[in-house]
């Protein structure tokens, strides 16, 4: 048998770049099961009460709390905001709409920390004390764009005829928009609720420069990670990507089901 060395040069690579990425990954997983109480950077011996009692370092729960606390309301405010002007920006003409959405672009061209610092220098000149409210609203001009871009790709492939039609059945813009528009829209905005939700959960340098004494899950696996991160950390950080894993697969199950049935 004659070898190709172009037939198994790409699987080779992608098979050495999924195992180089899910190393940080299992090795999150493995030492989750690590039977230490404070530095978990030496393997000790297996248990599963880290499993069984994940707040047995209070911390832990309390900055993963208010990271899912903060994720929750910048996902909710930015996809309510980025939807309105993703519609505004795909279906109106108005004057500054090339501005606007040069503007849009702008946060996620700039590097992060580039924001961070501004918007801390902000609060500080405004007197506002960092905390909570700070990282929310920073989350939020950070996730606004990303919803923007995501929405406003949907919009674009819209056939307004169908809203005509609705239009042409006697329905008033309430309901065409309801009935006829958003439905449409809903898996562009599902999506973009998702991204916006995973990038606030995950970010660390502008919640670093506007958290004040807040904590958040990022920063305290940072400020963690000298010592040894806990093992109930790890615990967390593997439960949130096998859920995250289990969403894909079934957002995946559900569209092969729902292709097969069209095919039929």
């Known amino acids: ?59 832990v729960c309390h900055a993963f709390g208010n990271s899912i606390a903060i994720a929750v309301i910048s996902t909710l405010v930015s996809t309510a905001l980025g939807t309105a002007i993703a519609i505004a920006l795909g279906r109106y003409k108005f004057k500054g709409r090339s501005a606007t959405n040069l503007l849009l672009f702008l946060p996620m061209a700039t590097p992060e920390v580039v924001m961070g610092a501004g ?40 056939d307004p005829r169908l809203e005509e039609a609705g239009s042409d059945l006697y329905a008033n813009a309430s309901s065409v928009f309801w009935r006829i528009t958003f439905p449409l829209l809903l898996p562009g905005i599902m999506a973009a609720a998702m991204l916006s939700f995973a990038l606030s959960f995950d970010d ?15 920063k305290f696996v940072y400020t963690a990670a000298a010592r040894g991160i806990p ?33 039929k």
Request: glycine share 4%; proline share 4%.
């Open 1 to 59: 048998m004659k070898f190709s060395l172009g037939k198994w040069l790409l699987p080779t690579y992608v098979a050495l770049t999924f195992i180089f990425m899910m190393i940080p990954i299992v090795y999150t997983f493995i030492f989750s099961f690590n039977d230490v109480e404070k530095s978990n950077i030496a393997w000790k011996s297996f248990t599963f009460d880290n499993w069984l009692n994940v707040c047995a370092q209070p911390e």
């Open 119 to 158: 918007l801390a220098a902000q609060f500080l000149d405004l007197g506002v004390a960092k905390g909570f409210w700070t990282i929310v609203i920073a989350h939020i001009m950070f996730t606004l764009s990303f919803v923007v871009v995501t929405v406003k790709a949907r919009v674009a492939t819209l």
């Open 204 to 218: 660390f340098i502008i919640t670093q420069f506007n958290a004040g004494p807040d904590t958040t899950f990022p």
């Open 231 to 263: 093992p109930e950390a790890n615990v967390i950080g593997s439960a949130v990507f096998i859920v995250a894993i289990a969403i894909v697969l079934v957002v995946q199950l559900r569209s092969s089901l729902k292709a097969k049935r069209l095919a």
